[in-house]
């Protein structure tokens, strides 16, 4: 129950910092941030927006959006493939440490099984050193301490499976999210390439 201990503080630590980088830090409104990119690309100036990612409070955004204006300026074969590169920069720093709780609530469901087979072999092994009349309250205790090693491990896998649940989910939000915004921008460069230029009314709205 000890290892089990570590297993629980670990896969805590996990789920309080992932909650608070996906919730928190990357879960923002990306509208403002939008609108000040979509400024500068309408008018074809890509330095200008790029400097707007170095002022975004959304590092998975901003991140994703600075290598897609690079792509921009250096020129791409494939604007789903640019997207794609874009988004391989934060799909790692978005998902990170999320995959540890499905091996952290298997780990904690063996060691809990493993703490049950060594309290019955303890529980039957105590029934020799003991007179007939504490046979039954020494295989209780046995079996009570190997039941508790189960039920441990297994509430720990239940609060990281519930835990990998939530992240994940807003995990694939984030990105999804990151990704509908650089093709936003994709479309808007490629309209400001084609000659279209917003109406001044249009541009101060956007």
Same mark, same amino acid.
């Given at each position: 129950?000890?290892? %089990?201990?570590?297993?629980? +503080? =670990? ?6 910092? #992932? ?11 990306? &509208? ?18 790029? &400097? ?14 600075? %290598?897609? $204006?690079?792509?921009? #300026? ?16 934060? #799909? ?24 049950? *087979? ?5 529980? =039957?092994?105590? $029934?020799?050193?003991?007179? +007939?009349?504490? /046979?039954?309250?020494?295989?209780? #205790?046995? *079996? ?12 720990? +896998? ?23 915004? $650089? ?10 390439? &084609? ?8 541009? /101060?709205?956007?």
């Amino acid at each position: 129950m000890y290892i %089990n201990v570590f297993f629980l +503080a =670990f896969a805590l630590a996990v789920i309080v910092e #992932r909650m608070y980088s996906l919730f928190l830090s990357y879960n923002i409104n990306e &509208k403002p941030f939008v609108a000040a990119v979509d400024r500068y690309l309408q008018a074809g100036n890509i330095e200008a927006a790029a &400097k707007v990612c170095a002022s975004s409070p959304s590092p998975a955004l901003s991140r994703a959006t600075r %290598n897609l $204006l690079k792509l921009m #300026r250096n020129g791409f074969e494939s604007p789903v493939m640019a997207v794609e590169e874009s988004i391989m920069e934060v #799909r790692p720093l978005v998902m990170a440490r999320i995959p540890w709780l499905w091996s952290i609530a298997n780990i904690a469901t063996l060691v809990g099984l493993i703490g049950t *087979i060594l309290g019955l072999i303890g529980a =039957f092994g105590a $029934l020799a050193a003991v007179s +007939a009349e504490e /046979k039954t309250a020494a295989l209780a #205790r046995g *079996i009570s301490e190997a039941m508790n090693n189960t039920a441990f491990g297994l509430s720990i +896998a239940v609060i990281c499976i519930f835990g990998h649940l939530i992240l994940n989910n807003q995990s694939v939000k984030t990105v999804e999210r990151t990704e509908h915004a $650089l093709f936003h921008f994709l479309n808007i460069h490629a309209q400001w390439k &084609k000659g279209y230029r917003p109406a001044d009314g249009a541009e /101060k709205k956007g």
